[in-house]
C-alpha cells in the first residue's frame, strides 16, 4: 500500500489558482450580496480552502449604486467610527454613507464578513467595487457569476 497517496494537500498563495469573478448587485440585498461575495473571496467554494492562505478569487463588484435595503435601513442603520480623541465617535446612515460614495456600503459590509486578522486584510485587497457596469477590469477576462445560482 503506497502511504503517500493519503498526504493532505494544503494550498497556499503559490499552489492557489486564483481567477478574477465579476458579480453584477444589481437589485441585489446588501447582506445577501456581501455574504456571497466573502465566500468567493475567502475560497470556501473551492475544494481546495485553507483557512490560513489567500486561496480565493479576484473579485470585481459591479453597480455598486444599485443594491437595496430592506425595511427603514436607509434611515435607521448606522455606522459608527472613531477618531480616536475623546468624544471623537461619528455616525453616519447608510443613506449619508451611500451619497458619499455608493461603493462604501458594499466595501463595508464585506471587510465585516471577512477574518480580523492579516489573512483578512490581504482578501480584502482582492475585492474591487465600482459604480456602474463599466470596469477597468477587462484585460483580466473576468468570469461572470450569478449569485442567484451561487450558494
Not at 450580496?33 to 470556501?44: H, N, P, Q, T
Not at 480565493?56 to 436607509?74: H, P, R, T, Y
Not at 457596469?133 to 445560482?149: G, T, V
Request: proline letters at 3%.
Amino acid at each position: 500500500m503506497d502511504t503517500l497517496s493519503y498526504k493532505t494537500v494544503s494550498a497556499n498563495k503559490e499552489t492557489a489558482n486564483k481567477e478574477w469573478l465579476l458579480v453584477d448587485a444589481e437589485g441585489q440585498t446588501l447582506g445577501r450580496l456581501s455574504s456571497k461575495v466573502a465566500k468567493l473571496l475567502r475560497g470556501k467554494h473551492k475544494p481546495c480552502f485553507t483557512p490560513h492562505a489567500d486561496c480565493g478569487d479576484n473579485v470585481v463588484v459591479i453597480n455598486a449604486e444599485k443594491i437595496k435595503l430592506s425595511g427603514k435601513k436607509w434611515s435607521e442603520k448606522t455606522y459608527i467610527r472613531h477618531t480616536g480623541y475623546p468624544g471623537g465617535q461619528r455616525s453616519l446612515t447608510a443613506q449619508e454613507m451611500f451619497d458619499k460614495g455608493s461603493e462604501r456600503l458594499v466595501e463595508r459590509a464585506v471587510k465585516g464578513m471577512l477574518p480580523k486578522n492579516k489573512l483578512g486584510a490581504e482578501l480584502f485587497r482582492n475585492l474591487k467595487v465600482v459604480i456602474g457596469a463599466a470596469h477597468k477590469y477587462d484585460s483580466q477576462k473576468p468570469r461572470i457569476i450569478n449569485l442567484q445560482e451561487f450558494k
